[in-house]
């Protein structure tokens, strides 16, 4: 992993076309505030900008950050660059949606310093992007894909999901080995969640669509972390998938490192020497306290010893890195509960860690309470 | 000053004590009207959940007799329950008479037999009354006979009366006044005091209950318990209303309280007894027996922590139940814990419930065992009421378990479902008995141990409510014992051995096996659990092992919300025991015991 302590710098782009029933990210889909957002960051970054140390990524999300006009992506880039030191080698991410990838617009990310580029495919079945009311087809998709190759990125990441309403697993390998065609360097296959607060959520408990069962999400899981190993690809985190070692995701290792993060826009989260804050999740009242020269913190959080512990573990046990076993000093009966894990074949241990096996991954959130209790 | 009369009232379960207690104590115009509720005395949560008595409770009523004199009646309202008669044998030694209350419709029954003899002993006045006369169902002329044939009374004093409906009130009375004797005792000679229950007040300390035989004790007096010599100086003395009420003074023959300021919950007995420091008594009381314990449970905390409130706790309620038995145990899965004797299984389930409600202590119970013995190669005999000293097979030469006589009372046409149950809990020399058209007395010897598992519930269950049980312990008799062990992942948890019958081992074994099955959750891993006799596998379930539980996304804004919802889980955990690898929740020690259809 690229473990470095740099801090990462993540921006969120609060504005979607349409809002999918499945997601629960926070988006509006009006563009009338698009200018004040872009100068209400302008002020957070001015709050932040010397108690951060030179960052080496910076993850422009969303929303969807691509649906911004050319000036208004190179003004945000600026306002960064002007507050902020980067290392040189920058890992510079934007996520992006394959209907907004014109002819043009991946030469245009290049040249405002986008390196990286992250695009929600979800999946090459036509049926289901209209079931997910996505708004490309996956021919558009594909088009996407291939301007972005020969812009000449060399950073690819695509994001699909399993566990859609009336997908199948060979439909789901199909879709893997299509976005296989374009040789990304990054993949995310997420298991789609239920959440509730979203359409989709409602209709589950409604009983309308159902989520996948644990027979079925296992199997989902044990196919795609297969299929996906035997094309090489290094099975990472979770739902994260590398071509090689140094294409894993340097942004959202930090996450699972504790390594330090800034996040500006509504609903962003940052942490910082132990200590997490998380932005208002509004656009007009993360405005407004900029505005009135406050700062738009809705909470925040000073982790203790034993929070820490835990979110190490949890966050270690999703990792293939694992967790260093000086976590687990003085921890009663870690050497037992160890090896009945090993035994079971959900972990393996070597070079003073313990690290999930692709079984490990699959009970993976119930790892940690073995431990910290 | 008024004259002075001592009496509880006793009778079996439901009779109706508490309900003629609240006539007593309307007559004598103690609680207005709004103030008033049924079983006013009941004042526990547990007791007027359940609708049933389950401590002694004294108030001091005014009373002005027919012939113009004026009395303080100290009144005790005993619990019926056999396993709270801990709290009716010590209530009587504080009283010259008893009302012994009998159920018009139902008649004499075993507790009002055993209580009967409990006031004899006492050499008290016995005032019998018979109760709830309203009923369409009552039989007064048979209730008489037998009174005068199973209690051996002369039924003609007997009062007749409905609580209920206020009938009979006033005889009782006068009945009070004029046939139990006031109390003797000189005011004047030195104290002595016999403390027959106690609770804790965290403001103001030990809240002493007692019957004063002679002398007076008055605030400001330096009180010494005799048993251990410690002092204390008298803050507070008085008489039981519906609350405390002060006096200035206790002297020979009241039932009241003092309240002295005491911290150090282990000074206080229940039987021992207060004398003036200054003017000692030359010998105490006689005190209590001890309670004689049936049924053995061992009490862990929940979570270790909290060995240390819990023993405080303990100290606490045993001052205010002391039918407790307990000493120090432990246990290699869950630690640091007590041993514990008990009346019966009500008096366990009570005593958990109230450590939890009053106490705040969250425990983990084992299954109740009966005391065993055991006659060993080497010629000595042991009694072992914990499963964890079970000794050693090969040197065990007879083994004995204790026989109750079981009486139950059911309407005939459940005899057939009911004899099979007893027959299942390996009863013996069934006896037949019509006390009454349409009902039948079925009486069985059987071993104890199967009916403090669930027979009761059962029977109920079959019966539909209509059957009631009472049991009296009769003696030891040989059986072939075993030890059965429970294992979870191989691993020995001492705490689920249970001693059983041979015959009954398997049966047990394939309980025990499913209703963990049942209690603790999936793991990571698969879980095997066994039952296992001398390590011989008997039984055996799996719990399968977790399929998939991991959620898809984990970036930035996730973890905080994944953390919250781990914490949540981790307090959840403070409820479950490691052992190994394994937790298992407070809940499934206890979940063993459950009955079938639950
Ligand atoms: N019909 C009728 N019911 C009565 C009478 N006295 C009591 N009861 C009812 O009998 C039930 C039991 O009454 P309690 O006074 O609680 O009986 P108890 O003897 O105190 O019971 P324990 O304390 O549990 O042993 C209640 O439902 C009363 O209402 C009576 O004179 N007539
Ligand atoms: S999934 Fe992406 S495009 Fe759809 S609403 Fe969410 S953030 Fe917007
Ligand atoms: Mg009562």
Partial sequence: MNNTESPGLYIHVPFCGTKCPYCNFYSITSFSLVADWLDSLRKEAIIYKDRFAAFDSIYIGGGTPTLLAEHELAALIDTLFRYFTFSPDTEITIEANPDDITLEKPTLLRKIGVNRISLGVQSFNDKELQSLRRRHSAAQAERALERIRASGFTNIGVDLMYGLPGQTQ????????RALDFKPEHLSCYQMTLENGTPFGKMSTDGRIKPLGEEEGRSFFLITSGFLEEQGYIHYEISNFAREQKYKSRHN???????PYLGLGPAAHSFLEGVRWWNLDSVESYCRALDQGGVPVAGTETLSQEQHLLESLYLGFRTSHGIDLKLLNNRPRSDTILSELQESGLIQVHGGRAMPTRDGFLVADGLPLLFAG | MPQIRN???IAHIDHGKSTLADRLIQHAGLVTERQFRDQILDTMDLERERGITIKSQTVTLPYTGKKGKEYDLNLIDTPGHVDFSY??????????????????????????VANLYMAMEHDLTIIPVINKIDLPSADVDQVKEQIENELGLDPEPSILCSAKEGIGIENVLEAIVEQIPAPTGNPHDPLTALIFDANYDPFRGTIISCRVFDGTVRPGDIIRFMSNNATYKVEEVGVFRLSREPRKELSAASVGYIISGIKTV??????????????PAAAPLPGFKEAKPMVFSSIYPVSSDDYTSLVEALEKYKLNDSALIYQKDSSAALGQGFRCGFLGLLHLEIFQQRLE??????????????????????GKTITIDNPQYYPDDAGIESSFEPFIKASIFIPERYMGEVMKLCIARRGVNPRFNYPTQGRVEVTFDMPLAEVIFDFYDRMKTITQGYGSFDYDLIEYREGDLVK???????????????????????????RVCDRLKEAIPRHQFKIAIQGAIGGKIISRSTIPAFRKDVTAKCYGGDITRKRKLLEKQKKG???????GSVMIPQGAFVAVLKSDNE
């Fill in chain 1, 170 to 177: 060979a439909g789901w390998v199909q879709t893997m080995k």
């Fill in chain 1, 253 to 259: 290792s930090k996450y699972w490192q504790h390594v």
């Fill in chain 2, 7 to 9: 009496f509880s009232i």
């Fill in chain 2, 87 to 112: 709290e009716v044998s010590r209530a009587l030694a504080s009283c010259e008479g008893v009302l012994l209350i009998v159920d018009a419709s139902q008649g004499v029954q075993a507790q009002t």
């Fill in chain 2, 266 to 279: 282990s000074d206080t007995r229940i039987g021992d007894t207060i004398t003036l420091n200054s003017n």
């Fill in chain 2, 357 to 378: 409600r009053e106490y705040g202590q969250a425990i983990i119970m084992t299954a109740p065992s009966v005391r065993y013995q055991f006659r060993l190669q080497d």
């Fill in chain 2, 484 to 510: 059965l062990d429970i294992l979870v992942n191989s691993e020995k948890v001492d705490a689920l051995s249970l001693i059983v019958h041979r015959d009954r081992a398997r049966d047990w074994g394939v």
């Fill in chain 2, 573 to 579: 955990k403070k409820r479950m025991k490691m052992v």
